[in-house]
């Protein structure tokens, strides 16, 4: 385990970047060192390179909830479980790249695009899919590795691996429900907000908060306070999350705004604009979307529709309204001063971002 000083202004998401950045290209260079294996260390080279640019949410998060929680301790076991999210993290975006057939990710191609190469036959395509998922396997596996090397007390191991089985099992039902309605589009609005419990509010802001406060000692009162924090606010980053998808300019979200059409993800947009237009509106929204062939001419079509339905001021509005609810949390909750001034900024960060 490292042993290198965490500096005390941790507490600062730029400091909480840099301290996690640290840690897991400590590790992965000792992976590179260890391994012995040339072809291993262009694997670990890949991981780097897709890790670069993230905005490490979750082990800022992770680090918040320490806070919240009042904890006081050396920060080291800490940040080295705050990389193991993002490590974890790096698993489900390889694969969920995989099965959204994605090109690109933060602005450059995804793992399965490059180890297929320049080819483009189908066993170039068949070596970039497993190599891919062969990868995100690793790193799943090496994100326990940086967990048990956390030096965590028996108490903390006992309050955090709980958590972190109910997280990874959380978000692969998300996924999977989200998988199982792409495609399959309805007006159904609360099935895609129980995807987006699942796949986002739960994963990326409620668990991290959680285990973070956990390695801390909070009690059952602090943890639902996390939880009623943050649902809405997961709720509200996914929904941004499904604009920026249509509307977001690429230089901002590294990926195209073509690709969630094109798959034709059934998101809460979609679903509200399906609800509330006429049946030529309807007809033409299911034409459109899920069309792998759709140009930015046709989603310039369905972006109208989506103005002319209402669907993209009601997303606006829900943001809008989980944005406020989680705000309101933090009024009551039993976290330390600094954290909630770190949530409340956190949370306009989230639900206003371009990327």
């Known amino acids: 385990m490292s042993t290198h000083t965490i500096s005390p202004d941790i507490l600062d998401p730029v400091a909480t970047r840099t301290a996690?950045?640290?840690?897991?290209?400590?590790?992965l260079e000792n992976q590179r060192k260890n391994s012995g294996q040339r072809q291993l260390t262009r694997l670990v080279e890949l991981l780097e390179e897709f890790m670069v640019g993230g905005k490490r949410i979750r082990p800022i998060l992770t680090v918040l909830g320490w806070q919240a929680a009042g904890g006081?301790?050396?920060?080291?076991?800490?940040?080295?479980?705050?990389?193991?999210?993002?490590?974890?993290?790096?698993?489900?975006?390889?694969?969920?790249?995989?099965?959204?057939?994605?090109?690109?990710?933060?602005?450059?191609?995804?793992?399965?695009?490059?180890?297929?190469?320049?080819?483009?036959?189908?066993?170039?395509?068949?070596f970039g899919i497993g190599g891919a998922m062969l990868l995100g396997d690793l790193a799943f596996a090496w994100s326990d590795d940086l967990l048990h090397t956390a030096g965590l007390t028996p108490a903390q191991s006992a309050a955090v691996l709980p958590l972190l089985t109910e997280m990874r099992t959380e978000v692969m039902l998300g996924q999977y429900l989200d998988l199982r309605a792409t495609g399959e589009l309805t007006d159904d609005v609360d099935a895609t907000l129980t995807v987006n419990r699942y796949k986002t509010a739960k994963y990326?802001?409620?668990?991290?908060?959680?285990?973070?406060?956990?390695?801390?000692?909070?009690?059952?009162?602090?943890?639902?306070?996390?939880?009623?924090?943050?649902?809405?606010?997961?709720?509200?980053?996914?929904?941004?999350?499904?604009?920026?998808?249509?509307?977001?300019?690429?230089?901002?979200?590294?990926?195209?705004?073509l690709d969630d059409l094109r798959a034709g993800k059934n998101t809460t947009l979609v679903a509200l604009a399906l609800r509330a237009g006429g049946p030529a509106q309807r007809a033409r929204l299911r034409t459109l979307i899920g069309d792998p062939g759709l140009d930015e001419t046709g989603a310039e079509e369905v972006r109208a529709l989506f103005e002319a339905t209402g669907a993209r001021d009601a997303v606006e509005r829900m943001i809008?309204?989980?944005?406020?609810?989680?705000?309101?949390?933090l009024d009551t909750a039993p976290f330390t001063a600094a954290a909630v001034t770190a949530l409340t900024h956190l949370s306009a960060t989230a639900t206003t971002r371009k990327s």
């Open 20 to 27: 996690v950045d640290s840690v897991l290209c400590e590790f």
């Open 72 to 126: 006081e301790n050396d920060l080291t076991a800490v940040v080295r479980v705050a990389a193991a999210l993002e490590m974890f993290h790096a698993f489900a975006l390889i694969h969920d790249d995989i099965m959204d057939d994605s090109d690109t990710r933060r602005g450059r191609p995804t793992i399965h695009r490059i180890l297929a190469g320049k080819r483009g036959d189908e066993r170039a395509e068949r």
């Open 204 to 257: 990326t802001i409620e668990r991290p908060l959680h285990i973070g406060a956990a390695l801390a000692g909070a009690d059952a009162r602090t943890l639902a306070a996390c939880t009623a924090f943050a649902l809405p606010l997961g709720e509200a980053f996914q929904l941004r999350d499904d604009l920026l998808g249509v509307y977001g300019d690429v230089r901002d979200t590294g990926k195209s705004r």
């Open 320 to 329: 809008d309204d989980r944005y406020r609810r989680a705000l309101r949390v």
